[in-house]
């Protein structure tokens, strides 16, 4: 695990992480040059006109022309950040989502303090659901009368994706609001109940990784983890085989 | 108006129940640097367990019953207890009564010239309803399944499926809400309609404007926070669902209530308060650090229009980037491009007031006073927290470093060494007029250096785990293996939390001691111009013997020509 997670940023294993991190370097890149000469300035400042060295003090002081020049370039610099950088992420994210036939789709589903992952097995149809069916053997409330729901494939807590193939989740939550969270993919997502929030998101690189809980969701928020495995497709197809429900085989 | 015959009055009425603005403001103030320095103890104890996970407390731990501690060793419920409370003390027990409660009930009637606040009666009410809200805070501790624990935020449905010192913490903060309004309403009314003749509005000192914006920001904002807390106590106690979608499933329970709310409705109400909220923190401490420089360069600030107009523009926009907050709920790009833009011209007057100050020093004659340092520090530490908020106001980047110790470094350098440095340097500053004596200069340098070294010493590397992509509110951080290469750090900032409060010792002894051992000294120590200096010290009842007039602007410092370094703002016209 040491080679994924050091003192700066973690590994980044997705497609679109690579901007994210981008614009987190540049913009603190920018913050240390602006707080660096403004603290440069700042002690020049005391030091020049500490009361021991220049006690009588300057009543009219001229007027300054830089300031105003740095104001108006935080002001450009934060308007190229915001078009050139951010909303075109945000769009990739939230508005180009992979079509249905790319992409492979799951259903996230979080409860306390366990993520609930459902995959729509080979017919591509996830099979209805029903809160009032949800127990402990049944924790997605998975209707088994329905025909789609046959070859659904469920797990708790354990997200296994191929590598290079886009994975569109829909995200909801069971009882209170967590957050669905991928250190090396770049991806955070609240999941609110009462909604199904799409997230999409594409692996460059297989391993084993894990997913954390980022909305305080009660005592077990702590310890709300899954594993989240990125495999090859020939690995990732023997590992579903393995999961399909046993009528298929 | 008040009773002018103070002397008349019994013991109780003249400092407990007292409509004095003054006596309020220090009552306001006492209580609050209590209550900072209990919310502070909650987090000593929090950052333990941060620190070193699962081991026992020392020396203490035994003492807290096994509903929070077992042989030491905290639960996850206690730890969720004091998250919660920390910053709900913090916020709006602590640092609100003291910058707004405390600062402006005493310093602002005095440098308006005014005899007393314009409700000398529902002053007291704000007080006491504050008060009452702080009992019922904490009280909540002690009621079964302890206080609040669903963080400061109290983010539905977690919140209304908690236990009963959640309906606590909801009635706490209603009487906390309503202070504030009263409050609000005073000091709006007192700015307009008491200043002294001749006091016009581009002749008020900063941290007036400060205040008044500051009341605006209160009155419009917290009445979304009271309709919500209302909504979340009506979800609680009568099982209405503003706040409850259809369909949950509670600890594989379908939940029996009708449903049809929606818990991103709270979020909003909230953040509409608390965004401004934090403006409400940090615009006081602006106020008083501007007085402050002013005073110790011995000229007058740069730019003070530019300042004034900062802040009003600021308290504006404040009401339009409250769902930055919100970026990862779901929004769409169209509601995210809004709220990415206002937060980022937010940030210009932030900056055009931080440039400000520093350029109000360039051409003084710099006295590091204790006051000078803690108001000095300000200005970088304000400048870290208000830097670091940039990459958070970007959606972007606030993928990753949402709800991460990111976050939390970036609201802590601008509410601790930022604001509370500030409001410790008008402690310093404005203690020899509340009590005619000084504290001490060097138990003073002592606690500047000591807090300024420890207060780094926490937050620094908050931002070093954020990067790393640790989470905020996390019982036991080793859970995760993204977590454990910073760990080392929280053994740091944990130890840096309990010198920072060592350090706060000198601070105790000084404020306590110096009232009644502090050296004696005149209306003037500073040899400042506004109002509140031309009183006597302490003020009397009523405050000035004859009502001043205004015949000039703030910060009449080295007139060129002049007999002393400063004019009075009360000095006649023409006075050298």
């Given at each position: ?11 980044d294993i997705s497609t679109h992480g690579y ?231 | ?251 594989g329970a379908l939940s029996s209530v009708s ?92 900056v055009v007031i931080l440039t400000t100050f ?219």
């Open positions: 695990m040491e080679k994924y997670y050091g003192w700066g940023l973690p590994i901007g994210i991190d981008r614009i987190i370097h540049i913009m603190h890149a920018a913050m240390a040059l602006l707080f660096i000469g403004w603290f440069v300035f700042l002690i020049y400042v005391l030091f020049r006109f500490r009361a021991r060295k220049h006690p009588v003090a300057i009543h009219d002081v001229k007027h300054f022309k830089f300031p105003t020049i740095v104001e108006v370039g935080v002001a450009v610099f934060e308007a190229i950040l915001l078009a050139a950088f951010s909303f075109p992420i945000w769009v990739h994210l939230h508005d180009q989502l992979p079509s249905k036939e790319k992409a492979l789709e799951v259903r996230v589903v979080a409860e306390q303090f366990a993520w609930n992952i459902h995959y729509p097995g080979r017919d591509g149809v996830f099979g209805r659901t029903d809160a009032k069916m949800m127990d402990a053997a049944n924790p997605l409330g998975l209707d088994k009368a329905d025909p789609a729901a046959a070859d659904d494939v469920t797990t708790i807590n354990q997200m296994h994706v191929p590598v290079d193939k886009p994975i569109l989740a829909h995200l909801s939550a069971k009882d209170v609001i967590h957050s669905f969270y991928l250190p090396v993919m770049r991806i955070k997502q609240d999941a609110v109940p009462g909604q199904s929030i799409p997230v999409w998101f594409q692996a460059k690189a297989t391993g084993d990784f894990e997913i954390a809980c980022a909305q305080l969701c009660g005592l077990g928020h702590y310890r709300m983890k899954g594993y989240f495995v990125v495999d090859t497709p020939d690995k990732f197809d023997a590992w579903f085989l393995e999961n399909e429900p046993k009528l298929l085989k | 108006m008040s009773e002018h015959a103070s002397h008349d009055l019994p013991f109780w009425r003249k400092y407990i129940f007292s409509t004095d603005h003054k006596v309020i403001g220090i009552q306001y103030l006492i209580t609050g640097l209590l209550f900072l320095l209990f919310g502070f103890i909650l987090m000593l104890i929090l950052r333990w367990q941060l620190a070193y996970p699962g081991q026992p407390l020392p020396f203490i731990g035994h003492l807290f019953p096994e509903s929070q501690m077992i042989g030491g060793i905290m639960l996850p419920e206690f730890y969720y207890q004091l998250g919660a409370m920390h910053g709900t003390i913090m916020v709006f027990l602590g640092v609100v009564p003291v910058a707004v409660g405390g600062f402006g009930n005493f310093v602002m009637p005095l440098q308006i010239g005014a005899p007393d606040m314009a409700f000398p009666k529902l002053n007291m009410m704000s007080y006491w309803l504050y008060f009452i809200g702080a009992v019922i805070m904490i009280a909540s501790f002690f009621v079964p399944g302890g206080a609040a624990q669903s963080g400061w935020t109290s983010y539905p449905p977690l919140s209304n499926i908690a236990s009963v010192g959640q309906t606590f913490w909801l009635v706490g903060m209603a009487f906390m809400i309503n202070s504030s309004l009263l409050g609000s309403i005073n000091f709006i009314t007192t700015i307009i309609q008491l200043r002294a003749p001749g006091l016009t509005f581009n002749r008020l000192p900063f941290f007036v404007w400060a205040q008044f914006v500051t009341s605006f920001l209160l009155l419009l904002a917290f009445p979304p926070l009271m309709a919500a807390s209302v909504m979340q106590l009506m979800d609680r106690v009568a099982h209405t669902s503003f706040f409850m979608p259809t369909g949950l499933v509670v600890n449903g049809g709310g929606s818990p991103l409705l709270w979020q909003h109400l909230f953040w509409f308060l608390a965004h401004p909220e934090v403006y409400v923190l940090i615009l006081p401490a602006m106020g008083i650090v501007g007085e402050i420089i002013a005073c110790n360069t011995r000229k007058p600030l740069y730019g003070y229009k530019a300042l004034v107009y900062s802040v009003i523009y600021i308290g504006v926009l404040s009401f339009v980037v409250w769902a930055h907050h919100m970026f990862l709920t779901g929004m769409g790009t169209t509601m995210s491009a809004f709220f990415q833009v206002t937060t980022m011209i937010i940030s210009i007057p932030s520093v350029l109000s020093l360039w051409g003084g004659s710099i006295r590091f006073s204790v006051p000078m340092l803690f108001a000095l520090a300000f200005l970088p530490m304000f400048g870290v927290g208000g830097l670091t908020g940039l990459p958070l106001g970007l959606a972007t980047a606030d993928i990753h470093l949402h709800d991460t110790y990111y976050v939390i470094g970036h609201f802590h350098y601008v509410v601790a060494p930022g604001t509370l440095f500030a409001l410790f340097a008008g402690v310093y500053y404005w203690f020899p007029k509340a009590t005619g004596r000084m504290m001490s200069d060097k138990l003073g340098r002592i606690h500047f250096f000591l807090s300024f070294i420890f207060m780094n010493g926490i937050f620094l590397p908050m931002f070093i785990m954020g990067l790393a992509g640790v989470s905020r509110r996390l019982y036991d951080p080793t859970q995760f293996a993204h977590n454990l290469s910073t760990q080392p750090l929280n053994v740091v900032m944990s130890i840096s939390a309990w010198l920072l409060g060592l350090s706060q010792i000198p601070f105790i002894i000084n404020f306590f001691g110096s009232i009644f051992r502090g050296k004696k000294v005149d209306n003037n120590p500073w040899k400042a111009t506004t109002l509140e200096w031309t009183a006597p010290s302490p003020p009397p009842h009523g405050n000035f013997a004859t009502e001043p007039h205004v015949h000039r602007g703030p910060y009449e410092y080295s007139v060129p020509g002049a007999k002393q370094d400063f004019i009075p703002q009360s000095a006649p016209e023409g006075a050298r």
